[in-house]
């Protein structure tokens, strides 16, 4: 579990040990992975902490390899972790792009080559990477990070062709809006900043990191064991055509 220090990732790792799984967490703070893992072993799991970042190829092969020797094998990647910061696209310098297609796109592909490997020679393997709607759509001042997701998603497809002879399955889950250390900080961080968030979806409300760490867990389970190739997006209508919506919200009785 890469990004497992905090949020999305922290609550995974939990839901995944509570399954039954002995988990990895992985990040670049060892505090927060500390953090992690005593939530972990308070809850009866098993867990290791690793730190890297992961744009590291070499640290990511060693990595693979604790995980290898401490639990025997990896039936599971899930890759986490992000990094993003909102520019238009002219103002976006070159260290700035570079830094984020590092991370989401240059990382998430070592984790899943590094992990793909120990895959197919175990011949099985699950690899689910969390993306954003944006990858679909596109997103204002987020030219970088939608560019370098939407390589993910093409990525995890191209591989799930590739490695389905290894009965390795390779998915992708772009979650909406909901509540984490960085958006409620630098996103949402008062109440009428929420409201239009809010609003915007359909269902009226943010999601929780429950409802998309069980998602993962589904695609990652034998419950999903005919998915492969597939973007789930998890994010209460967020990302559909709002212009029907909302003429329909306008037709309503009264």
């Known amino acids: 579990m890469t990004g497992g ?3 999305l990732g922290r609550t995974t790792a939990l ?4 399954l039954g799984a002995s988990v990895l967490v992985v990040g670049r703070r060892e505090e927060k992975l500390k953090e992690s893992a005593d939530e972990i072993l ?3 799991g098993n867990v290791e902490t690793f730190a890297l970042d992961i744009r590291d190829a070499a640290k990511v092969q060693q ?3 604790r995980a290898v020797e401490r639990f025997g094998r990896i039936d599971v990647l899930i890759n986490n972790a992000a990094g993003n910061f909102v520019s238009r696209a002219e103002d976006l310098s070159v260290n700035g792009w570079n830094a984020v297609v590092n991370i989401v796109l240059h990382g998430t592909f070592y984790c899943t080559r590094a992990a793909g490997l120990q895959m197919i020679r175990q011949n099985k393997g699950s690899i689910i990477s969390v993306v954003h709607p944006q990858a679909l759509s596109g997103s204002p001042g987020n030219v970088h990070s939608a560019a370098a997701k939407a390589g993910v998603i093409t990525m995890t497809k191209t591989l799930a062709v590739e490695w389905a002879q290894y009965n390795i399955r390779l998915n992708t889950i772009a979650p909406g ?3 984490s250390e960085g958006t409620v900080r630098n996103l949402w961080p008062d109440e009428e900043s929420k409201k239009i968030i809010s609003d915007a979806v359909p269902l009226r409300r943010f999601g929780t990191r429950e409802e998309i760490s069980n998602a993962i867990c589904y695609l990652a389970s034998e ?3 005919y998915i492969t190739g597939n973007n789930l997006v998890i994010d209460g209508g967020w990302s559909l055509e709002r212009e029907g919506f909302l003429f329909l919200e306008k037709k309503k009785p009264g």
């Open 63 to 65: 990595m693979v390899d």
């Open 223 to 225: 419950y999903g064991s």
């Open 5 to 7: 220090g905090t949020g």
């Open 15 to 18: 839901q995944f040990a509570k």
């Open 177 to 179: 809006p909901f509540p």
């Open 42 to 44: 308070t809850a009866g």
